[in-house]
């Protein structure tokens, strides 16, 4: 997600926002891998679903800043479904690697709560 995130963000104006909203949508798009990596070598499964639980987070927080991006003008239409779709592909493969430990998110978190049609 960090590679589209970044990508998509160049084109976001007023200038300002390129140090607001962007740095921010970055930052937590690079926080999702990390957080993978930093859990990685954890010695149990529960400190690692609980760094795979904080990526979640990270995915959400991309989303939710896109929705403002969107929704401020900042995101056109195509720019917005694409950070959404990444968000819901890497958000469901992250689900389910921490239910293959045995651990699941809270009921009715998932992405897919978000109404799309909004969008213009």
């Not at 800043?65 to 239409?77: D, E, M, P, V």
């Not at 959404?84 to 592909?89: I, P, T």
Request: proline share 5%; charged share 20%; hydrophobic share 40%.
């Amino acid at each position: 997600m960090s590679p589209i995130s970044f990508t998509i963000t160049r084109g976001i104006s007023p200038p300002d926002e390129r140090f607001g909203l962007t740095n921010q949508m970055r930052r937590a798009a690079v926080s999702i891998s990390s957080n993978i990596a930093e859990g990685t070598p954890r010695m149990s499964q529960t400190d690692f679903a609980r760094f795979i639980e904080i990526a979640t987070g990270s995915v959400f927080e991309v989303v939710s800043q896109a929705f403002i991006g969107q929704r401020q003008g900042f995101l056109n239409g195509e720019s917005f479904r694409v950070l959404y779709s990444a968000g819901d592909e890497i958000g469901r493969m992250l689900s389910g690697l921490r239910k293959s430990f045995g651990f699941s998110l809270m009921p009715g978190a998932w992405l897919r709560n978000y109404q799309l049609s909004p969008i213009n």
